[in-house]
């Protein structure tokens, strides 16, 4: 999921290795890749990524975009594009303009999908005679 190609001399990676525990709220811009283990909520200004070994559990989870390949316990709300794949674990409500289930993958709460649109209008009443 991450770029791996020419990246802009302003761009950031923050990367959070298996083995690592974080405990609070991690806010980044630019990406983030977590193969560690997250207590707490992830702000993410740009891609995030949680490997295969990567944990997150907490209150909430927003970027972007997102791939979770790991476990998430959390409310997330992505801008973009929410990827679930078949090693990902998902409890928790989302809220993304796409949403990616894989085969296999696991998914337990609510989903609202799409952009968000005003309501639709109430239909005219006709005139009374």
Do not use: C, W
């Not at 020419?6 to 890749?33: C, D, H, I, M």
């Not at 989870?61 to 992505?78: E, F, I, M, P, T």
């Not at 679930?84 to 085969?103: F, H, N, W």
């Amino acid at each position: 999921m991450l770029s791996r190609g020419k990246t802009s001399p302003n761009a950031s990676l923050t990367y959070l290795a298996e083995g690592s525990e974080f405990e609070g709220t991690l806010k980044a811009k630019g990406q983030v890749r977590i193969d560690g283990v997250v207590r707490g909520s992830v702000l993410v200004e740009g891609e995030l990524e949680i490997g295969p070994s990567g944990i997150v559990e907490g209150e909430q989870v927003r970027a972007k975009n997102a791939h979770v390949q790991g476990k998430v316990r959390a409310a997330v709300s992505v801008e973009g594009k929410l990827t679930l794949t078949k090693s990902g674990q998902l409890e928790g409500d989302v809220r993304a303009r796409a949403l990616d289930i894989e085969a296999g993958a696991v998914f337990i709460g609510r989903s609202q999908t799409g952009e968000v649109k005003a309501a639709l209008p109430q239909p005219s009443k006709p005139a009374s005679e």
